[in-house]
């Protein structure tokens, strides 16, 4: 048993949960910054089109994230439910599949944008002033760095799927702090003044520093670690590729379901005033602390769930399951007290304008009564994942963001008016969690786990 390994297996369950989730965490955390690092930077020059360049090209990056987590999210599930299964050949197949699969997928995406990118620029909210500067911001963080940016986040998921979850946090935290490093060089005057395009060169470059990092480890690596990227892998791709992609297609289509969510949802309060929707901007950013620390606990206790899984150690996954759970929704609850009573002064962080922080304050307080659930929600989303149960996992998936949440949109806004739109994620989490639980025992009684 080598030292990975016994983190998945034998040590203690409270050390091996604090070993995985401590550096996932971290990471996501470093994400959390550097995703607000380009908007920041950008946003000190001061105009508008270069701010609005990024924010068009959001949806578009956002795909790159639900390509990695197909082959990123389903080939960590798939290679520790190997691993449980003492089938290390298994599980160096799976990281290779998975590793040309989600760089295929992103030279595929990345040329297909390109061919659309007016379109498609267009469709997410460009205009003949926005588009030069969006299409420029996008060549770099989507044509050019996309495939990048899929390797990084997906390497990072194979690595921590061996219990290595350090050495992913290493890769993931490097790449950005060096984006944010970056940015006020490539973006502001003085420098090289590139603007939002710079910003998308920074963003490039450190997610090419980063793949170049986990590539560099598993080279120094190979006979030590499982993870392999070896083309002659890829003959039995018959064989493992559909459990990967059915694993990781619930986590890809929630995401770019999230993108139509978001899009539905602002489309709503655009109906009402300019300070609502800048309101409701805010929000999005404040609530996103609370959730990348769940996915941060997700991704931690992943390798857990499905090598104990699928080694037959039912009682060793429950109480990692169990553990995870609890510091997950801790958080959320300090979140949830810390964002009700201090929701005023918080929105003013981002903005000075009175009526707009009067919207945004209303907002959090509603919205974030969402947070228990969903910090509930993801890692038994995650359960799912790690014990290879596509059904439970894609309809909470699909629940939680499209099927429901566009439907009580009209209703609520319907009954309740814009503060109705704020109260359908919390309705959405609580029946998806309540969804989630039944699965659960149900899996339970039919399965004895």
Known sequence: ????????????????????????????MIALIYNLADTYFVGMLNDPNETAAITIVYSSFVMLTAISNLFGVGGASALSRALGGKKTED?????????????????LFAIVFL??????????????????????????????????????????????????????AIGVSMGGILNIILDPFFVLPGFLSMGAAGAGLATAVSNVAATIYFLVYIARNKGKSVISISPAELRYWRQFLGPILATGFPSAVQYALTVVAIAAQSRFVAQYTTEAVAGLGIVKK???????FSIGVSNGILPLLAYNYSAGNQERRRGVFRLGSTISLAFSLLCLVVYEIFAPQ?????????????YSAGFLRRMVTAMPMMSVCYPMIIQFQAMGKFKESMVCSILRKGVLDIPLLFLMNALLGLNGCMWVQPIVDTISLIVAGRFYRKLRKTEGI
């Open 91 to 107: 599980a160096r197949r799976i990281a290779s599949i998975s590793f040309w699969g989600g760089l295929g997928c992103g030279i």
């Open 346 to 358: 918080l929105s003013g962080l981002f903005i000075k304008d009175p009526v707009t922080i009067q």
């Open 1 to 28: 048993m080598n030292q990975n390994t016994a983190v998945l297996e034998s040590m203690p369950v409270a050390q091996a949960v604090r070993k995985q989730i401590v550096p996932a965490i971290a990471s996501q």
């Open 115 to 168: 061919i659309l990118a007016r379109p498609v620029l267009f469709l997410c909210g460009a205009t003949r002033a926005t588009y030069e500067t969006a299409f420029a911001y996008a060549r770099w963080v989507v044509v050019i760095g996309g495939p990048w940016t899929i390797l990084n986040t997906l390497l990072a998921n194979l690595v921590r799927a061996e219990g290595s979850a350090a050495q992913a």
């Open 286 to 292: 404040l609530d996103q602390l609370p959730l990348y």
